[in-house]
């Protein structure tokens, strides 16, 4: 049996992409999987072999100590593969690929486009850092067996010198609508949801300022990226008609949508935002939601293709505001919204279509390959 294991230093044992999708994709397909990330409170059940390490206490400790803790529970599970989650892993993966291991290197987000939009890292330094980062990043890949990315640009980025280079969207779990339609949850019809991390860049502040300006109500999950700016929001006047729920399951977090009218992807035009696929856009489209999104060319194509939404300027609020309101004041309209994106995701934009890719990748990898434990 072909053992394969799953590295990350940054997400969590619980992570949807890593664990919920490709483990157990790999694992369904006949793969022994094991997976080493950070500790999660509610640990998984799972057949995938869950391997946890601490959670870092910071950014640095993250880069510099949880790193060496992944590498040392990587060498014990001994694995035939790695397939390593985050560019700070590279170095080990190269360590791991000198004893023989064939590496595959997930690229989830464009790192140097989004180091220049990083507040943690000093301005001056973003331009030379992301180039030198860039470049190391480009160096390492071409030494690995194949690198599996979550967007085309992303493809397109590293194809152009890797001659082993796999899309896999992050696209939704077909199953996850399920959770939807057991819930007891009624639909509101004037309460709009954001699920996600709660950031400046991905329009918290536009987003509070529209639903007050509308007159709707807000459903927010997920973690603020500070206690300034969580600060900051809750002194706003929309603040009073936001529902806060903090960090949820995935359980709640289709609960959440399944009481909502519409859902929020307003991401700023900064760094790699404007060529991303956000997973949350198409979790709105699997249960029936229409989106009010940023007006990117790639999200309004689809958006506009698919009649599932309304695109807007993410930096304006009343632009923002008069899609809350249209939504509001045409049920009729918006829910035949809802139903065009689900089609579309059921058709299309699902993790059922995306696991053929990856599981045609492994396969390649060992297709002549005889492996004995």
Request: with cysteine.
């Amino acid at each position: 049996m072909i053992k394969v294991c799953h590295l990350s230093s940054g997400h969590s044992t619980n992570s949807v992409r890593i664990l919920h999708k490709e483990c157990c994709s790999l694992l369904n397909e006949g793969y022994h999987v094991s997976y080493v990330a950070l500790e999660n409170k509610n640990v998984p059940r799972t057949q995938v072999k869950i391997i946890t390490i601490t959670k870092p206490k910071s950014r640095w400790h993250r880069f510099l100590i949880s790193t060496h803790q992944v590498y040392k529970q990587a060498i014990q599970v001994n694995a035939h593969c790695y397939h390593i989650h985050d560019p700070e892993m590279i170095p080990y993966a190269l360590k791991l690929k000198k004893r023989g291991k064939k590496i595959i290197y997930d690229v989830h987000e464009d790192l140097p486009r989004q180091m220049l939009v990083k507040t943690w890292i000093p301005m001056v330094v973003r331009g030379l850092l992301a180039k030198c980062v860039e470049k190391f990043e480009n160096i390492a890949a071409k030494k690995f067996h194949a690198v599996v990315c979550a967007t085309e640009t992303i493809q397109e980025r590293f194809a152009k010198f890797h001659p082993q280079v796999v899309l896999v969207c992050n696209y939704p779990i077909l199953d996850e609508k399920k959770l939807v339609e057991k819930s007891d949850i009624t639909k509101s019809a004037n309460t709009v949801c954001y699920v996600g991390a709660v950031t400046k860049a991905r329009g918290i502040t536009e987003m509070i300022q529209a639903i007050d300006m509308a007159d709707a109500r807000f459903d927010l999950a997920g973690k603020f990226d500070s206690k300034e700016l969580r600060k900051n929001v809750m002194n706003m006047s929309g603040w009073k008609k936001t529902n806060y729920m903090g960090f949820l399951g995935r359980e709640e977090v289709m609960k959440v949508l399944g009481g909502s009218c519409a859902g929020f992807v307003v991401l700023h035009p900064q760094g790699q935002h404007a060529d991303s696929l956000p997973v949350k856009m198409f979790e709105y489209m699997l249960v029936g939601l229409p989106v009010i999104a940023s007006d990117f060319p790639l999200w309004k194509k689809i958006v506009d293709e698919h009649h599932c939404g309304i695109c807007v300027n993410p930096l304006d609020v009343r632009e923002i505001a008069r899609a809350i309101k249209w939504i509001i004041e045409h049920p009729e309209e918006a829910h035949q919204m809802g139903q065009n994106g689900q089609r579309a995701v059921l058709a299309k934009y699902n993790w059922a279509n995306e696991e053929k890719a990856l599981i045609s990748l492994y396969d390649k990898l060992f297709k002549q390959e005889q492996i004995t434990e």
